[in-house]
């Protein structure tokens, strides 16, 4: 299953287009990824296929091997190591996110089923011959066909079914708070690239102004540093599953200028947008558009 799994990715080219619609990614590099301060939008389950990726979450280090898989519940911030294979000279993965519309019809279809299912949050397990199968499957047919963002739904649901089966989607659907960060976050996620506003954010959350900024305040984060974070997430996950010219993601991401992204970029992941693309192959090039335009975000 693993093998199959592999050929499968080998052959999977993903569009830019599929970025948003398509709920995974698939990461390749040739030189190691150290990387700070990763976070996660959506629950998420990471499988590697070759190499071994390590996550650092506080005191804690998990890895994973070729078909282990670690599983990780959303919005927590950490560290990765992505370390090619030694005979292959690459690492290879792919990286599941499940998004609230998808964990509503996986509790929908599957939901009367929760008392036979150990939620205990695990972090790390070995991906079983189903999973690994299930998910080669999908990326063949996607490998054939036009993707499908309702299918792909149902298809990461079937996946979540299998996750409970086997005791693994405690940290996929359990919430421990719904914070005010969490609900901000959600909708700043909708459109990175939007010149967001607080009192817009504000009529969407049907909240004041003052008492988004109190309760931001107290769970220790300001509105643009968080607009911030949920560009620079979607800027990360861009620059390491997409084609796209580094100029063309900083105009995705919300930001007019191209230097003041990377910067910010290195800032937060210890590595520039470049030096990111360039681990996942031998070329040491891109193309760059050249934008000098001031950039916008509320403060």
Known sequence: SLCELHLELDRYSQKDDDAHSIRFGINRCTTKQSLTR?????????????????ITLEDRVYKAGPGEMLILPEDISFDVE????????????????????????????YGAQFDNWDLTPRWQAKGSAKILSATA????WLNRFSSDPAQT????????????????????????????????????????????????????????????????????????????EVRLDQGMALVMESSMLIGQISLACGYQSQS??????????????????NTRNNEKTDNVIPIRLADSSES
């Open 38 to 54: 990763m976070a996660l939008s959506f629950p998420s389950v990471m499988i590697a296929i070759l190499g071994e990726k390590a």
């Open 153 to 228: 739904r149902h298809r990461m649901a079937e996946l979540m079914l299998l996750f409970a089966r086997q005791g693994l989607v405690g940290n996929l659907i359990l919430k421990l708070h719904q914070s005010w960060r969490h609900r901000l976050k959600q909708l700043l996620l909708l459109d990175p690239a939007r010149a967001w506003r607080m009192n817009t954010a504000c009529r969407r959350l049907g909240v004041s102004e003052s008492t988004l900024r109190r309760n931001l305040r107290e769970e220790g984060i300001g509105f643009r540093d968080l607009l911030e």
């Open 82 to 109: 992505n370390t090619p294979d030694a005979r292959e000279g690459r690492y290879l993965g792919i990286a599941m996110r499940f998004d609230a519309d998808t964990i509503s019809l996986f509790r929908e279809l």
């Open 260 to 277: 003041r992204f990377a910067e910010r970029f290195k800032l937060r992941f210890s590595m520039s947008p470049l030096e990111l693309r």
């Open 137 to 140: 499957s999908w990326i063949s």
